[in-house]
């Protein structure tokens, strides 16, 4: 009797794992169809690409040295990745090295991917969106205090002139949770974490949290206004974070997390005035500043898209409706 028992328990046990297996595999077959799905449909919102460029940006071949479109290019602006419309670099960090391509010295956090190239002692570097060829990257040189050049072929970028596009500054407690608010807004075409207001350059996190630099945690945003305009903005600014908090939003205290609008331009101003009366109104003491933008220095890396990098959700800064439709 008893061996009967074990028999069926383990005749039981051999039907349960093969009905685990099986379902683990339909599982499995979902989850790469659902994939690739998404892979194909992410593929048809990248824009058609000529032979030449797929050449570059696919086959990660090179244009020519010196006759890139971008090569001589001094205009100011945003360099974008020509497959994905990705915002990649911005016009300040471009220098010229003479070396027949595009250089530069920065990149707008985590929006450019570097690997080990094929070739095994140069370091690629591709649109962290698409994976499209941009070029090769290149340390040690001293062309710039950063020590650092992107050499970029012309034809893997577009461009947007700065006049296409405008900038807000924002500040309002943690910029962790700021970025993470806003950036996913329409219209957006890049966000950095960063320090401003403050009295000393090249501030360090360090520094910003004695309190002492004068400095705000903040996020500089660059917008299309034909799709986001900024009062729209800054409504989603106001309705993210607690705008009657003196010098502090939630359990993070001091100065460097107040409630501060940097405009760039009378017409920013006035419609911060605007939103701040309207919640006046509505019986909010609303503190926070209005300043003209001065110099904005990025965060560190490890500052940049926080809450994409980890996964982790906003403990500061929560969606909460302030304003009714005929605001």
Sequence with gaps: MKKRIITIFSALAIILLISIIAVSKENNKTNKKQQNQFSIEKLMSYRELTPEEQYVIINKGT??????KFNDHNEKGVYTCRQCGTALYISDSKFKSECGWPSFDDSIPDKVLEQPDADGYRVEILCNNCKGHLGHVFRGEGFTQKNTRHCVNSISM????????????FASGCFWGVQYQLQKMKGIIYSIVGYTGGNIANPTYKQVCTGLTGHAEAIEIAFDPNQLNYEELAKMYFETHDPTQVNGQGPDIGEQYRSEIFYTSENQKETAENL?????????????????????WPAEDYHQNYYIKTGKQPYCHAYQKRFDDKD
């Design 63 to 68: 244009e020519k040295p010196f006759t890139g």
């Design 158 to 169: 577009d461009f947007i002139p700065e006049s296409k596009y405008e900038k807000a500054v």
């Design 276 to 296: 701040i009366r309207v919640l006046r109104d509505k019986g909010l003491n609303v503190v926070t500043r209005l300043t003209p933008a001065t110099t904005f």
